[in-house]
Every structure is written in C-alpha cells, then in structure tokens.
C-alpha cells in the first residue's frame, strides 16, 4: 500500500497561504501567514488580503466570494479581463478590435 501512499500524499491540495509570495516592499520570499517580511518588516497580511468593494470587508486572497455579503470576486475578474482596444490618436475605447477608429479615422496596424 506504499504506492497508494505516495500519491495520494502528491494530490494533497497545497493551500494559498503555504505557498511562497515576493514581498511587494523588498521582494524576498515571503509567506502569507507571517505577519510581517523576515527581512523588511513590512505587514504581509495585509497587503495580500482582498478588501470586497461591496461591503469593505477584508477577504482571503483565494476567496471566491465575500464572507460578509457573497458578493462574487470572480465576477470582477471575469470583468477585468474583457479586453478594450484604445485608440491611440483619439483615446476612443472599443470593446473589439477594428481596424479603424469609428471615431477619428485613424487605421490601425
Ligand atoms: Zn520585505
Ligand atoms: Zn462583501
Ligand atoms: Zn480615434
């Protein structure tokens, strides 16, 4: 049963806070339960925990959704991650690539 063990041992889920975060202040290796940087002193907790822009309540850094309220933090992401084109002359935002700007007619690439 040795084999069994070893990679069951292997699928254990690493959790957030074990793994290892560059500190933003020095940017040594730090983990997210310190409290503060070994080397610099500055806070960790802190600085890596989510603040919900609903209800300002500090999060997790891995929390899916708001302990206070569940306002949902993935939506945010999924969000933050639709792409916007600009155009570089006018500043005119598009939410698709055009080759041209609608706007002041400038061509694009
Ligand atoms: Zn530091
Ligand atoms: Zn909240
Ligand atoms: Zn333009």
């Known amino acids: 049963m040795g084999f069994l063990d070893i990679l069951f041992?292997?699928?254990?889920?690493?959790?957030?806070?074990s793994k290892d975060f560059k500190?933003?202040?020095?940017?040594?290796?730090?983990?997210?339960d310190w409290e503060r940087c070994h080397n610099c002193g500055v806070r960790i907790k802190s600085m890596?925990?989510?603040?919900?822009?609903?209800?300002?309540a500090m999060n997790e850094l891995n929390a899916?959704?708001?302990?206070e309220c569940n306002y949902d933090f993935e939506a945010?992401?999924?969000?933050?991650k639709k792409l916007q084109?600009?155009?570089p002359r006018c500043g005119y935002?598009?939410?698709c690539y055009m080759?041209?700007?609608?706007?002041c007619g400038v061509r694009f690439g």
Do not use: Q, W
Not at 48 to 56: L, T
């Open 9 to 17: 041992g292997k699928k254990k889920k690493k959790t957030l806070a």
């Open 23 to 32: 500190c933003p202040n020095c940017g040594k290796t730090v983990k997210l």
């Open 48 to 56: 890596f925990r989510k603040k919900c822009p609903k209800c300002k």
């Open 64 to 67: 899916k959704i708001c302990k």
């Open 76 to 80: 945010e992401i999924r969000a933050a």
């Open 85 to 87: 084109y600009r155009c």
């Open 93 to 95: 935002k598009m939410n």
């Open 99 to 103: 080759s041209k700007c609608p706007v």
